[in-house]
């Protein structure tokens, strides 16, 4: 099977998608088969342009970045992801051999939401992934609440207009007739005292 392809899980998989990205075949295959075989649909790239390609396409709830990449670094993609409006919701995290507080550090500067050393021990992978999907679900659940609310509120304020549109123009054909009224009255009363 060509390893650029998506991987699915069986039929019982939960519906969130994983990208592991590593340029090291063996690390790409370890990590890659804890999500997998934990009922996460996976998909994989071998650098950080082609995960960059692949976010755009298959828009993935997690990302598993390797830091140390040719050409493009994790650090490099994880930063052009997190710059992105339509991306940098999707959690990052950061899968490497660089155990430096000081790459911890630039990790996080970076806009990572994690960072785990290799090798990885598989229980704590899959403990971060299933805490970082769970997060991302509350967050979208929250902004499409927000996109409701919205478009209430805007639906809202067209039908105040609307209202203070009507009152405008009920208020305006109430006074012509009141004001016929209130002059007719008035000649009246007029004519009754010139009459005594």
């Known amino acids: ?70 050409n493009l670094n994790g650090f490099e993609v994880c930063q052009q992801l997190k710059q992105d409006k339509k991306t940098r919701s999707i959690p990052i995290v950061m899968v490497t051999a660089l155990k430096e507080k000081e790459d911890r550090l630039k990790a996080m500067e970076v806009g990572a939401d994690d960072f785990l050393s290799k090798p990885v021990d598989r229980t704590e992978l899959l403990i971060r992934v299933r805490s970082l999907i769970r997060i991302k679900q509350y967050h979208d659940e929250l902004y ?30 109430l006074k012509n007739p009141l004001f016929a009224i209130s002059a007719n009255i008035e000649m009246l009363l007029f004519k009754k005292d010139s009459l005594s």
């Open 1 to 70: 099977m060509n390893k650029e392809q998506p991987h699915y899980a069986s039929e019982e998989a939960v519906e969130q998608t994983v990208l592991v990205v590593d340029d090291n075949p063996s690390d790409l295959k370890i990590i890659n088969s804890c999500p997998k075989e934990s009922g996460y649909r996976t998909a994989v790239a071998t650098s950080g342009k082609i995960a960059l390609e692949r976010v755009k396409r298959i828009h993935p709830d997690l990302i598993l970045l390797d830091v140390m990449m040719p």
């Open 144 to 173: 499409e609440k927000y996109l409701e609310i919205s478009e209430i509120n805007a639906r809202l304020k067209e039908l105040e207009e609307y209202k203070e549109g009507l009152l405008q123009m009920i208020v305006h054909d």
